[in-house]
């Protein structure tokens, strides 16, 4: 089955620690987005990466960073220097112009 | 300024009956499409429907239809013949050329039976 995977589910963080949230896509889709939604609120873009080996900065970029090796992958780092990470980050990935298409999200709270 | 607008925190709609959620949007991109999402509460984005700027018909998917007022910039969502499984959030999104997405605040819509 074709989709996008976020993992984990659930993530929680110590202050000061670096955490990785993984999204894996076998859609073949050339563009993948990482996005923030706090609570009631609506998404906000962090990062976006069109191709392999290029991204940029969304409007939220501070305290996070991205890597895209490979297509299918698209892994974001949530830094020590981001002063409020607990949200739900959700990524998302688009072929030509067309919709983008969710994963399921991944929930950080930072205790 | 906010790129896309839903002034709507929240809705409620009898079951069966039809509701529509309100979209409007700023931009000078002749090119640009618009999108609604769904999201329940388990939190993942489910793209509903989609309408390119240069369409000249509303788009229409089962239940949902678009209706496109381009000269007020409007894009509103119509759900008819509201369902239970329909309580959810709505986001109202628009890609200009370019692979950026904009996101409204949403709108949560809750279905009476």
Same mark, same amino acid.
């Given at each position: 089955?074709?989709?996008?995977?976020?993992?984990?589910?659930?993530?929680?963080?110590?202050?000061?620690?670096?955490?990785?949230?993984?999204?894996?896509?076998?859609?073949?889709? =050339?563009?993948?987005?990482?996005?923030?939604?706090?609570?009631?609120?609506?998404l906000?873009?962090?990062?976006?990466?069109?191709?392999?080996?290029?991204?940029?900065?969304? =409007?939220?970029?501070?305290?996070?960073s991205?890597?895209?090796?490979?297509?299918?992958?698209?892994?974001?780092?949530?830094?020590?220097?981001?002063?409020?990470?607990?949200?739900?980050?959700?990524?998302?990935?688009?072929?030509?112009?067309?919709?983008?298409?969710?994963?399921?999200?991944?929930?950080?709270?930072?205790? | 300024?906010?790129?896309?607008?839903?002034?709507?925190?929240?809705?409620?709609?009898?079951?069966?009956?039809?509701?529509?959620?309100?979209?409007?949007?700023?931009?000078?991109?002749?090119?640009?499409?618009?999108f609604?999402?769904?999201?329940?509460?388990?939190?993942?984005?489910?793209?509903?429907?989609?309408?390119?700027?240069?369409?000249?018909?509303?788009?229409t998917?089962?239940?949902?239809?678009?209706?496109?007022?381009?000269?007020?910039?409007?894009?509103?969502?119509?759900?008819?013949?509201?369902?239970?499984?329909?309580?959810?959030?709505?986001?109202?999104?628009?890609?200009?050329?370019?692979?950026?997405?904009?996101?409204?605040?949403?709108?949560?819509?809750?279905?009476?039976?």
């Amino acid at each position: 089955d074709g989709g996008i995977t976020q993992s984990p589910k659930y993530l929680f963080r110590k202050e000061g620690q670096n955490v990785t949230l993984s999204c894996e896509q076998n859609l073949n889709h =050339d563009a993948m987005y990482w996005y923030r939604q706090d609570p009631g609120q609506g998404l906000r873009l962090i990062y976006y990466s069109q191709i392999v080996n290029d991204f940029q900065k969304g =409007d939220i970029a501070e305290g996070y960073s991205v890597s895209r090796e490979k297509k299918e992958s698209f892994p974001l780092t949530v830094t020590s220097a981001q002063k409020n990470p607990t949200a739900f980050y959700l990524c998302a990935s688009r072929f030509s112009y067309n919709e983008q298409f969710f994963g399921p999200g991944t929930r950080l709270t930072v205790l | 300024a906010q790129k896309i607008t839903q002034t709507q925190p929240g809705m409620f709609v009898q079951e069966k009956e039809a509701v529509t959620l309100d979209c409007t949007y700023d931009t000078s991109d002749p090119s640009y499409g618009l999108f609604w999402y769904k999201q329940p509460s388990s939190g993942e984005m489910i793209f509903l429907i989609y309408q390119g700027s240069y369409d000249q018909q509303n788009a229409t998917e089962g239940r949902y239809s678009l209706n496109f007022q381009k000269a007020r910039k409007s894009a509103n969502l119509v759900i008819s013949a509201s369902q239970l499984g329909d309580s959810a959030m709505y986001f109202c999104a628009m890609r200009e050329t370019g692979n950026q997405f904009y996101f409204g605040t949403g709108t949560s819509l809750t279905v009476i039976p």
